[in-house]
């Protein structure tokens, strides 16, 4: 099976700041990885797929890019309701996901 | 627009099965471009692929459960059910339905609200 890894498990910043989380697959998935946001109390929501498509109606200040086994989300200015956790997907093969990168408050 | 609803008991006791059911409203199950998945969320944050169904009564399950996993379709009903076998304290977790639309689409959205399933004597 696929195991997929984030980094950082925690992020802490300021709004406005520019802001990375990595995401690593343990083998090669093309380019058949999600990001997803999570805030406290709901569920999941996609926000990129395909590695760097943008889901309709997700601000345009999220971008994804990579392929093969490494991947990055980037929120150009953090805004105060991007303080959340993320969490990337892989659909190569089966499906799972990474365990986490909660971006907190500074 | 599709949405998605969870239901089922909130306590279930160890060595019992845990079933639950997902409602489908603002579609159909029965779109050939749909598969319909059981993804559960563990205290500690960890998110785990259980199966999906395809409206045919088609499945997959993830390998590591497949042994106590059995999903089911109900398109005159417009739901799907999840059964898991003979459950531990390690099942706890919020059990959320989702859709994903399919290769190569195969991200999963929406989601259900989720259920907070815990299992306890």
Redesign the interface.
């Known amino acids: 099976?696929i195991q997929m890894t984030q980094s950082p498990s925690t992020l802490s910043a300021s709004v406005g700041d520019r802001v990375t989380i990595t995401c690593r697959a343990s083998q090669s998935i093309s380019s058949?990885l999600?990001w997803?946001q999570q805030k406290p109390g709901?569920?999941?929501?996609?926000l990129i797929?395909?590695a760097s498509t943008l889901?309709s109606g997700v601000p345009s200040r999220f971008s994804g890019s990579g392929s093969g086994t490494e991947f990055t989300l980037t929120i150009s200015s953090l805004q105060p309701d991007d303080f959340a956790?993320y969490?990337c997907?892989q659909?190569h093969s089966?499906?799972?996901?990474g365990?986490?990168t909660k971006l907190e408050i500074k | 627009q599709v949405q998605l609803q969870e239901s089922g008991p909130g306590l279930v006791k160890p060595s019992e099965d845990l079933s639950l059911i997902c409602t489908v409203s603002g579609g159909s199950v029965t779109s050939e471009k749909s598969y319909w998945?059981w993804i559960r969320q563990t205290p500690g944050?960890?998110?785990?692929?259980i199966g999906h169904i395809y409206y045919s009564g088609n499945t997959?399950y993830?390998?590591?459960l497949k042994s106590r996993v059995t999903m089911s379709i109900d398109a005159s009903k417009k739901q799907f059910s999840l059964t898991l076998r003979s459950v531990t304290a390690a099942d706890t977790a919020i059990y959320?339905c989702?859709r994903?639309n399919g290769y190569?689409?195969?991200?999963?959205?929406?989601?259900?609200?989720?259920t907070l399933v815990t299992v306890s004597s």
Do not use: C, H, M, R
């Not at chain 2, 944050?45 to 692929?49: A, K, V, Y």
């Not at chain 2, 991200?107 to 989720?114: A, I, K, S, Y």
């Open positions: 099976d058949w999600a997803y709901q569920a999941p929501k996609v797929y395909k889901q956790t969490y997907q659909y089966y499906y799972s996901f365990q986490g | 998945s944050g960890g998110l785990e692929w997959n993830n390998p590591s959320y989702a994903d190569p689409n195969n991200w999963f959205d929406p989601w259900g609200q989720g």
